[in-house]
């Protein structure tokens, strides 16, 4: 299965909405709209509008695409998650809310 399916599938899984087509699509759950890259073709973040992204890849491009985001430190929340046939996992998550006692 290509990546963008998978990805795909993994965010319907979740029970987001999916919409568009290609390496680059957004998935819609109640309040929160994800901007979803499959690939990175150009080397260059992308500049979709968005306060969450998310970056699907394979075991072999994550730790490339999680350094060049801490290099840039992107004005959006962003995650990585990997697939490896099957299985997927959460790579990187976006920080939680802060906690004060």
């Known amino acids: 299965m290509r990546l963008v399916e998978q990805a ?3 965010f319907a ?3 987001y909405t999916v919409e568009g087509n290609g390496p680059t699509f957004r998935a819609e759950r ?3 709209a994800v901007q979803v890259n499959t690939v990175l073709e150009t080397g260059e ?3 979709q509008p968005g306060q969450f ?3 699907v890849a394979q075991p072999e491009d994550a730790d ?3 350094t060049k985001l801490n290099s840039v430190d992107p004005d959006y929340e962003w995650a990585i998650i990997v697939v490896d ?3 997927y996992q959460v ?3 976006p920080p939680g809310p802060r906690v004060s006692a």
Do not use: Q, Y
Request: glycine residues 8%; aromatic residues 8%.
């Open 8 to 10: 795909r599938s993994i």
């Open 13 to 15: 899984e979740l029970g």
């Open 30 to 32: 109640e309040w929160k």
């Open 45 to 47: 973040l992308p500049s």
């Open 53 to 55: 992204h998310c970056f």
């Open 64 to 66: 490339e695409i999680e």
């Open 85 to 87: 046939g099957d299985d």
């Open 91 to 93: 790579e990187r998550a």
